[in-house]
């Protein structure tokens, strides 16, 4: 049997967990005002968080997938929001919003999510 979980954030909440995550794990912020957080992917999937200081210069801070991945999942933890255990996550971003996959099993999720959104 194979199964697969997605669980969707907005750039706000998925915002708000890596910021959280790296107060957490004492990573030092770009200092300024949040200006907003989203995906990447091209040879790997990474997160950029991107930050506007005083002067108008924005300032990006790059998360590796295991670093968004670890954050989502906190942030879904400390909202008891049930997660799977023995689950691979995978993080894709679908139409401006950040998708936190689990492939429970052997399947693709980046490959059954986009083509969820493709037939939907």
Known sequence: ????????????EAAAAVV???????????????????????EGVTGVLS???DYGAVHE??????EVAAALVAHCMTRSIPLPKDASKVI???????VLAFEIGHIDAKKMVRASRMRG
């Not at 957490?24 to 990447?40: C, E, M, V």
């Not at 801070?61 to 295991?66: I, K």
Request: charged share 30%; with cysteine.
């Open 20 to 42: 959280t995550f790296c107060r957490k794990n004492k990573r030092s912020l770009p200092s300024g005002t949040l200006k907003g957080f989203g995906i990447r992917e091209g």
């Open 92 to 98: 894709t971003a679908v139409d401006n919003q950040i």
């Open 51 to 53: 930050v506007t200081d």
């Open 1 to 12: 049997m194979k199964e697969l979980r997605t669980i969707i954030f907005d750039e706000t």
């Open 61 to 66: 801070m790059v998360l590796t997938q295991e």
